[in-house]
């Protein structure tokens, strides 16, 4: 069961970094309210319909479940209001759900259920975040060297979209150092330029990330 619930794990993973490099617009991963994951929403093609509902025993107005087709992988997700705590009790609730797998607490071991955005961007804690399987170590790295950091230089607004710094997480690659650690920030380019991302437009996006994570107010 535990092998079974992390290959469903790393294909959701790779399905949302794959439609972030195929059209960043459509990665959402911060929204203002459940009306914007009803109807055209994200992570679907222009013309997919989506619909919305509650998951497990979770109250709709604290955890919701996005359901856009039969690709699974790429086009459910599940959303939690940022002030809700039992995230991985919800994320649990919604694999059983969607791919008809009974769970256990510790069926993910290696990994951390997460928000795809800090919930310190949240302006007012009401907003839905979606949420997923992480690996351990890259979570515990971002979160303690970086995240914070880029909270302190971060104003809230009612929806985000999924950035370098998630798509990192969501690849298990650890954080550089910092602004200076040339061969951490060199692995990252590498990366994003292997998923096909432009040489050039990798290293910006690297860039800016830890320049606005390291500026100072």
């Not at 059209?23 to 959402?28: E, G, H, K, M, T």
């Not at 800090?118 to 007012?124: D, F």
């Not at 550089?176 to 040339?182: V, W």
Request: hydrophobic share 40%.
């Amino acid at each position: 069961m535990t092998t079974q619930v992390i290959a469903i794990a790393d294909r959701r993973r790779r399905a949302l970094i794959q439609q972030w490099v195929h059209d960043p617009s459509w990665a959402l991963v911060q929204v203002e309210s459940a009306d914007m994951l009803r109807g055209k929403a994200h992570n679907l093609s222009a013309a997919a319909e989506a619909r919305s509902g509650r998951v497990g025993s979770h109250r709709e107005r604290s955890v919701i479940m996005l359901e856009g087709g039969s690709d699974r992988d790429r086009t459910w997700s599940v959303w939690v209001r940022a002030t809700f705590s039992n995230y991985k009790a919800a994320y649990l609730a919604f694999i059983s759900h969607a791919y008809g797998v009974a769970l256990g607490d510790d069926d993910i071991p290696g990994y951390e259920v997460d928000h795809l955005s800090n919930k310190a961007y949240a302006p007012t804690g009401l907003e839905f975040i979606r949420i997923e399987a992480i690996p351990k170590a890259a979570n515990h790295r971002w979160g303690v060297n970086f995240e914070s950091r880029r909270t302190e230089n971060t104003d809230g607004r009612p929806w985000h979209g999924l950035r370098y710094m998630s798509c990192a997480k969501l690849a298990g690659l650890l954080p550089p150092a910092g602004p200076s650690d040339a061969a951490g920030i060199d692995t990252l380019v590498a990366y994003f330029t292997s998923i096909g991302l432009d040489p050039e437009q990798a290293r910006d996006g690297v860039g800016n990330m830890l320049q606005h994570a390291y500026w100072r107010r």
